[in-house]
């Protein structure tokens, strides 16, 4: 019987360490190019949750500075505590309401917005897959592809996060 190999991870140039938190964030994966596989190593000192996701919509919204309001071209697969991503939103901002194409979030933006913004699925203790520290999980990626992630425990937890093949 032959003797059975494990592929090797080969890292691709694609890279980012972050805090998870106790309120959920996501970042877009850092492809660099042709990678397909995400390493996502957990250095503690809690256990996070991570779950692999696609935009669930992008739109462009206008705001002002320091407003928690967003008017929308398009409020359609937007739902509460979808994750804001885009210049201008602080980490962790959650969609709060939805009134038409009037979108309430859960912190003000830092700078007037006239832009397209990215809203993601939010990780959950029951939706995402918990990486404890000091072990990694190996994910396969396509291209647009986001990474949502929390805390699993009132403790940060860092993450860092590689692409490859």
Do not use: D
């Not at 694609?14 to 877009?28: I, M, T």
């Not at 201008?88 to 913004?117: F, Y």
């Not at 990215?118 to 939706?127: A, E, G, H, L, Q």
């Amino acid at each position: 019987m032959p003797a059975l190999t494990r592929p090797l991870f080969t890292p691709a140039g694609g890279y980012a360490e972050v805090v998870a938190q106790q309120f959920a964030q996501a970042l877009k994966i850092p492809l660099a190019g042709g990678e397909s596989i995400v390493l996502i190593t957990c250095l503690g000192p809690a256990p996070a949750v991570v779950a692999l996701c696609v935009p669930a919509a992008t739109t462009r919204v206008t705001a002002t500075a320091g407003s928690n309001r967003l008017a929308v071209e398009s409020a359609t697969h937007i739902t509460v505590s979808q994750i804001v991503l885009g210049p201008g939103v602080p980490p962790g901002t959650q969609v709060t309401s939805i009134s038409g194409t009037t979108i309430n979030l859960s912190q003000p933006v830092t700078a007037p917005l006239g832009t397209a913004l990215v809203f993601i699925p939010t990780v959950t203790n029951s939706t995402g897959v918990a990486v404890a520290p000091g072990t990694f999980l190996p994910l396969g990626v396509g291209s647009n592809t986001y990474i949502s992630f929390i805390s699993h425990s009132g403790q940060p937890s860092i993450l860092n996060i590689a692409t490859g093949s």
